[in-house]
């Protein structure tokens, strides 16, 4: 008699098991369904539990990355946002300068600076959210999405990672005068101006890595033509609305071009907008330390991106010359022989530059962004050594970094 009751207890706990096993499948998928911009996935926030790093320890980390701050960006008068974390705990920030120094704007948490080409991380990561929505494949030919794309053999992959061969936009515009540079240039004269223009490609795709800001250009077109929405909307719906980064936009010359922070060359004399400072995808994203904490911390995510296509975000491509630095789908790296490797991607426009650096096994987040032009933003790498094995070596007091 026992042994019936416990064949029925053990029926009764299976039927449970699978009852709750379907249950959670179900809350799963319509997790992964309510995170939907229409058909294609948006980002979502980091919500693990991530320890803070000990008192004792944070406040050695905070000695020792003001000395540097002191060190390294007082002299040079810095004008921008600084701050360094952990698990996406914030150990030290710095905010300093002017937004508008014509207009004594200061420069805080929430004020937006032009992260320039560290934007290539953003369009980068809203092409792979179609990507892994099936909306495109990695290996797609650009010309069966934008129809009226000249060249036969360029896959989004290769945009992805600057191997397709195509020639910088403010050179070959700029070549003989053909633009004229009163007339502001736009992504959709891209394609139009290449075809009249009979512009070649610099190399045939995939043979070769070369940097080219045409590339995200071309990515932000993909944006807009698979979402149904211009690249502005999408960004905010795929990314910064779901992640709260609220202080986060894509530049509008006509309607910011007087109210967003400005661009300065290192004497403070302002940048004027010129004819390229439209083109977006590359470029023209402004955001902030802490908005771009909230971005880095969602990419550990389980549900970021599935795990084949997060392999190939993270891999080198190109191999053809001998070092450390590579490049990956929107993100630059530096690969040791050992098998480290660290995640980073600066920027450079007008007088903004930026430095985003990503820890990923010690989960450490790097982040300077300047309005005021100067090359010391690179430098945040040194702080690398500080969290992990890496070999940017920090200086003692009175020694200068190397």
Request: proline share 3%; charged share 25%.
């Amino acid at each position: 008699m026992a042994f019936k009751v416990n064949i029925k207890l053990l029926l009764h706990l299976t039927l449970l098991t699978i009852c709750f096993s379907c249950t959670e499948k179900k809350k799963a998928l319509k997790t992964k369904e309510e995170t939907k911009v229409g058909s294609v996935y948006s980002m979502q926030p980091f919500s693990g539990n991530l320890p803070e790093v000990n008192a004792d320890e944070k406040k050695k980390l905070q000695q020792t990355i003001q000395h540097f701050y002191d060190k390294i960006y007082v002299p040079n008068h810095f004008s921008g946002s600084f701050l360094v974390a952990k698990n996406g705990h914030i150990i030290y920030e710095k905010y300093c300068g002017m937004a508008n120094f014509e207009e004594n704007d200061t420069i805080t948490a929430t004020s937006p600076l032009h992260i320039a080409s560290l934007s290539k991380v953003l369009t980068a990561t809203a092409t792979l959210l179609l990507i892994d929505s099936k909306k495109i494949a990695l290996d797609q030919k650009v010309n069966t999405i934008l129809t009226d794309f000249p060249y036969e053999d360029i896959t989004v992959r290769t945009l992805l990672n600057h191997r397709s061969g195509l020639r910088n936009y403010s050179y070959f515009t700029d070549k003989n005068n053909v633009w004229n540079k009163r007339d502001t240039l736009h992504n959709s004269d891209l394609i139009p101006f290449i075809i009249k223009n009979n512009i070649e490609l610099e190399f045939k795709p995939d043979s070769r890595f070369s940097y080219c800001n045409t590339n995200y250009a071309f990515l932000a077109l993909i944006i807009e033509k698979i979402t149904k929405m211009d690249y502005h909307t999408a960004m905010q719906k795929l990314i910064f609305d779901p992640l709260k980064m609220n202080n986060t936009y894509v530049f509008d010359l006509k309607r910011d071009g007087k109210t967003a922070s400005q661009s300065y060359k290192g004497n403070k004399i302002k940048y004027a907008h010129n004819y390229l400072d439209d083109i977006y995808g590359d470029k023209n994203i402004y955001s902030t330390p802490r908005d771009l904490l909230k971005f880095d911390m969602a990419t550990y995510n389980p549900a970021f991106l599935n795990k084949k296509l997060l392999n190939e975000v993270f891999k080198g491509y190109s191999y053809e010359s001998r070092g450390t630095r590579n490049y990956g789908l929107g993100i630059r790296m530096f690969e040791w022989e050992d098998g480290k490797k660290m995640f980073y991607h600066n920027g450079w426009w007008h007088g903004s530059t930026s430095a985003y650096i990503k820890l990923k096994d010690e989960k450490a987040t790097l982040i300077c962004i300047s309005n005021k032009y100067t090359r010391s933003t690179y430098k945040l790498k040194f702080l690398s050594s500080l969290f992990g094995d890496y070999p940017f070596e920090m200086k003692g007091k009175d020694e200068t970094l190397e």
